[in-house]
């Protein structure tokens, strides 16, 4: 039988009370310092800087030598294969000044950290008050609305952190976006739709009123096949790299689907016929244009 997130932590403690000395198990409070030094975070460039980001719950605190650790129990992803109901052991500096980061037991807090080895066979990630950690109440709309908008991947498998699967695009959003002058790179995100997120080399995110939106239509006669194998119903020209796949037959195809226009944007119309074809070519569910 699988275990339930609070029947894996309360075994865990069980472990753990036999492990550290009643001396070692502490309330931990430290002292303040005005020492710490690192550039402003933002949730993007703490998410671009860490190898796992998750939201957790901090169940028991410890410190040796100059580390303060906390076991904690993990209640969402957002990046690294962590899975909630996971325990893992969270490791700062003592020191606010050496930018060492005190969490209240039981509260919620939302962690960009590093992978750091394991302890007693669990991930361990180190953290600093340099990242945007902080409690889950006080993150924004935004803040949370990105978030939960994250591809999720542990190895080759990957999900939206709000639990939908990727969108299938026909071409790379970041190939169709506008140019974004103050940006060191592209990354393409599939959850939610083809979006072109712009970063700069510190991990900021830069041009976010560039992301690309398909021009609207009146009419079918405003759509036309467009792309390198036409694979792309859009009101404009579409520029693609020049590859045919075999799901792309499929809208050459006048009796499977025509490009038209829906709800003021373009796109394939979603027949049967069209899903049949595109599931025979393994491709999955179409999409329109890209935006």
């Not at 008050?129 to 498998?157: I, K, M, W, Y």
């Amino acid at each position: 039988m699988r275990l339930n997130r609070w029947d894996k932590a309360r075994r865990w403690l069980g472990r753990a009370a036999a492990i550290f000395s009643p001396g070692v198990v502490l309330g931990l409070h430290p002292s303040v310092a005005e020492a710490c030094s690192c550039l402003p975070s933002t949730v993007e460039s703490s998410y671009n800087s860490s190898s796992d980001v998750v939201t957790l719950m901090p169940l028991l605190g410890y410190c040796t030598a100059n580390e303060q650790h906390y076991v904690a129990l993990v209640t969402d992803t957002f990046k690294g294969c962590s899975t909630p109901g996971d325990i893992v052991v969270l490791t700062t500096a003592t020191d606010s000044a050496a930018c060492g980061m005190e969490l209240e037991l039981g509260d919620e807090y939302l962690i960009n950290g590093a992978g750091a080895g394991s302890f007693l066979g669990l991930p361990k990630l180190s953290f600093s008050l340099c990242g945007h950690n902080r409690p889950t109440r006080d993150l924004t709309d935004p803040e949370q609305a990105f978030l939960e908008g994250c591809s999720v991947c542990c190895g080759d498998e990957c999900e939206c952190a709000d639990g939908t699967l990727p969108v299938r695009c026909f071409v790379n959003p970041c190939d169709v976006a506008p140019l974004c002058d103050d940006a060191a790179r592209c990354e393409a995100n599939y959850c939610g739709g083809c979006n072109a997120e712009f970063y700069d080399a510190s991990g900021y995110a830069v041009c976010q009123s560039q992301s690309p939106e398909p021009p609207g239509c009146a009419s079918d006669v405003d759509c036309f096949q467009t792309g390198c194998s036409g694979q792309v119903c859009a009101a404009q020209d579409v520029i693609t790299t020049c590859e045919f796949r075999e799901e792309y037959a499929c809208y050459q195809d006048a009796a499977l689907t025509t490009c038209g226009c829906n709800a003021s944007q373009c796109g394939f119309a979603a027949t049967d016929e069209l899903a049949a074809c595109l599931e025979a070519a393994g491709a999955g569910t179409a999409v329109g244009a890209p935006p």
